[in-house]
């Protein structure tokens, strides 16, 4: 048997604080998170993964004009080299860096099925190709001529670069998202052109700010196009502090079908929106009866978008049915812009347009010194080649003497003709048909040529405005590769101003307008049925109650709804309940005090005047439009004293006031003698010393007031008859005699 295990000794292990420990931790994992996965840098607009996956694919000799290869092989060699984190991310990277709905100027030309603006994902990549495109050359072009810095991949087997040369503006033009530990980066796509000129602009004038770039560029410039219809201050604002949204909408056209029936065609939707959940939602709801103006939606989407939008009927106001489409669906999308990006490479920060701009065209400037500076080194070490194998001309005899009789050469050359050893080593490999006098005069032009390019290199890296002056010519190659006459470089996304919407009421418009009768009964419950129902003898309420009010309307109207404490409530038509059951007690809709009854309940019209009056006999004119409350609250309007209550909301359309108390004293007079007010106590309507306020109408005299006795037809008071009640507001009024021989109420 062998020796039992000892247990280890205390000795190496060490005691560390949880939270210290949870603190150290979370904040690597966080840096890593930022430094090196969610954020892009402000130089070449890439996170990591894309500039392995870019710069992986030129290691393959993936280039615009070469032959497509497997991406399983492209996912596999970027994984195995630089980004070991599954293939699966390097894959959903890859393929949103090829499809051309999702990035302005794609840097990925691929092949097969990468996916489409339905939503649907792409094929696996066995079965796709991929090669990079022009715009991604340009990004890579000058990587290999020591223009920016490498560093260990991840094992220590290969380098990488820390960033590309990118000329081309990427940041801005193709934008970034982004989801970091604490922060976030949202940037939209941009106009490469429009791009180009702020960049020349802040070339000319260096301190130029957010607000004067705004003025080339005007927005961001979506792949899947779009209108952008915000203000040009919220777009300046939001460019200045690198903070703020933008409100894309779809793109649509009225399709005239002939004998005044139209369809509304859909050809361009937000970015980021997949077309197919965006109709997905449009039917649920036009099921859901949410869409009353649409009757049908039909994708007719081919290899462009095209979703058409069929009306209820061809008097819909098409503008009215977009903006209600707009404001439920995602036909209208908010995309934020949230600049935070790696300032140096090293740095999270939120920026504006101007410096995103300057950090392009300093790190520009840094790869035309740095390529300067290696194109030089090459130049000297190829003068000193040159100047060596003229001096050897001058006597090749004793050069080839020296090689065939030495033992050492080299040294012997050097010594003999004082060359350095590259001179030596460069003559020792030059070949016997090259000792030619044709060839001595091709070195000699050779030697001027790079002469007169190295003078060239050393005035360049020898002046500000000369580097500025290669930028510029660079960025307008640039512009002209990608301006506005070319396909990719046309500004796709429009700036517009959104139709004047203000006098549209979208309540009223999102409903159909079908005719209701609205029915309250004694206890407060309220319903809507069908139709205008003249017969109401019918109509069943719950135990004991009965019917109070009853009046016809419209499934698009506004209920007003008076309470005995003056208080005024506003129902919409739409949402009352059906008239199959009892209705629901108002109190469930609005805050009803303890106590309060519904007194008085009628149709909103505009621009209409009502009359309001209490059990005390006080009153007023209120502007219809003053009493509708937006709340469940509703408005206090009239004030009371003591016990009176409210007890009526009537319409003042006419010339004269009749008004009666519970002791069946009338009392007539002109509709001049009250006082308009939007809220208050009022003026006395009539009299009343031992009795109450029980009704009142207005009406015009010329036509007589209106009165009901309990039978089926409502009857006519004329002037003539009225003279005798006829009198002036604060009288007690006459008693109803045989003229009212069964007065129940004023009214038709």
């Not at 070991?84 to 794609?106: E, K, N, T």
């Not at 010594?415 to 030059?430: K, M, P, R, S, Y």
């Not at 008071?717 to 021989?741: C, I």
């Amino acid at each position: 048997m062998g020796q039992p295990f000892e247990p280890p000794t205390g000795d190496g292990i060490e005691s560390v604080e949880l939270k210290s420990a949870l603190e150290e931790r979370y904040l690597a994992y966080a840096l890593s998170t930022i430094m090196h996965r969610a954020l892009p840098d402000a130089r070449d607009g890439l996170k990591p993964v894309h500039r392995r996956i870019l710069y992986g694919m030129r290691l393959l000799r993936l280039d615009p004009n070469t032959a497509h290869k497997k991406c399983a092989k492209i996912v596999g060699d970027v994984m195995g080299d630089f980004h070991p984190h599954g293939d699966q991310a390097i894959y959903d990277a890859l393929v949103r860096l090829s499809q051309d709905f999702a990035q302005r100027y794609p840097l990925v030309d691929g092949q097969g099925n990468f996916g489409n603006i339905d939503g649907d994902g792409p094929a696996a990549y066995r079965y796709t190709e991929a090669r990079l495109t022009e715009v991604a050359r340009l990004i890579l072009d000058g990587f290999d001529e020591d223009t920016v810095d490498f560093r260990p991949s991840y094992n220590g087997e290969k380098d990488e670069p820390s960033v590309l040369p990118a000329a081309f503006p990427n940041l801005l033009a193709n934008g970034s998202q982004g989801i970091a530990v604490g922060m976030a980066t949202s940037i939209p796509p941009h106009n490469a052109a429009e791009l180009c000129d702020a960049a020349l602009y802040l070339i000319a004038n260096p301190q130029a700010t957010s607000a004067q770039l705004v003025s080339f560029v005007q927005g961001p410039d979506f792949p899947t196009g779009g209108i952008l219809i915000d203000s040009a201050e919220s777009i300046a604002e939001a460019y200045r502090t690198g903070r703020g949204a933008f409100r894309v909408r779809a793109r649509w056209t009225k399709e005239d079908l002939g004998r005044g029936t139209w369809n509304i065609v859909v050809t361009e939707i937000p970015y980021g929106i997949p077309k197919a959940r965006l109709i997905e939602k449009l039917a649920e709801l036009l099921q859901e009866r949410k869409l009353p103006l649409l009757a049908d939606v039909r994708d007719e989407s081919a290899e462009d978008v095209r979703v058409v939008l069929e009306p209820r009927s061809r008097s819909v106001d098409p503008v009215i049915l977009m903006e209600s489409l707009f404001r439920l669906t995602e036909l209208e999308a908010r995309i934020p812009l949230n600049m935070n990006v790696l300032v140096g490479g090293l740095v999270p920060r939120v920026i504006g347009l101007a410096e995103a701009l300057r950090e392009w065209l300093d790190h520009r400037r840094v790869v035309l010194q740095r390529r300067s500076r290696n194109r030089l080194g090459q130049i000297e070490r190829r003068l000193e080649i040159l100047n060596g194998l003229l001096i050897v001309y001058l006597d090749l005899d004793a050069v080839i003497r020296i090689i065939r009789e030495e033992d050492e050469p080299k040294p012997a050359l050097m010594a003999h003709f004082g060359l350095t050893e590259v001179q030596a080593n460069a003559i020792l490999d030059t070949r016997l048909r090259s000792l030619r006098k044709l060839e001595e005069m091709e070195l000699k032009r050779e030697l001027e040529t790079l002469t007169r390019e190295k003078d060239g290199l050393e005035a360049l890296l020898g002046s500000d405005a000369a580097q500025w002056k290669a930028i510029t010519q660079q960025v307008r190659q640039v512009k002209k590769a990608f301006g506005p006459d070319t396909k990719l470089g046309a500004r796709r996304t429009t700036l517009q101003n959104p139709p004047d919407t203000a006098g549209i009421d979208f309540t009223a418009a999102m409903v159909e307008r079908e005719p209701i009768t609205v029915i309250v009964s004694e206890k407060g419950w309220i319903r809507a049925l069908k139709g205008h129902v003249a017969d109401l003898s019918g109509v069943a309420f719950k135990g004991d109650d009965q019917i109070k009010i009853a009046f016809p309307s419209e499934t698009t109207a506004k209920i007003l709804v008076l309470a005995s404490n003056g208080k005024v409530f506003t129902l919409d038509a739409s949402k009352l309940p059906g008239g199959r059951g009892f209705g629901d007690p108002i109190r469930l809709m609005v805050d009803l005090d303890d106590g309060t009854e519904i007194v008085a309940a009628l149709p909103y019209r505009p621009e209409t005047r009502l009359l309001i009056a209490g059990s005390d006999g006080r009153g007023f004119l209120a502007p219809s439009d003053g009493l509708v409350a937006n709340t469940r609250k509703g408005k206090g309007i009239l004030g009371l004293d003591g016990d009176a209550k409210a007890v009526l909301l009537v319409p003042a359309e006419g010339d004269h006031v009749a008004v009666t108390s519970s002791d069946k004293l009338l009392l007539v007079f002109p509709i001049t003698e009250l006082t308009e007010l939007v809220r208050g106590k009022g003026v006395r309507l009539q009299r009343c010393r031992q009795s109450t306020l029980v009704d009142a109408c207005v009406f015009a005299l010329a036509e007589g007031l209106p009165w009901r006795d309990g039978s089926p037809q409502p009857r006519l008071a004329n002037a003539g008859v009225l003279e005798k009640w006829m009198g002036h507001r604060t009288d007690a009024g006459t008693l109803m005699t045989r003229s009212f021989p069964k007065f129940e109420r004023f009214g038709r």
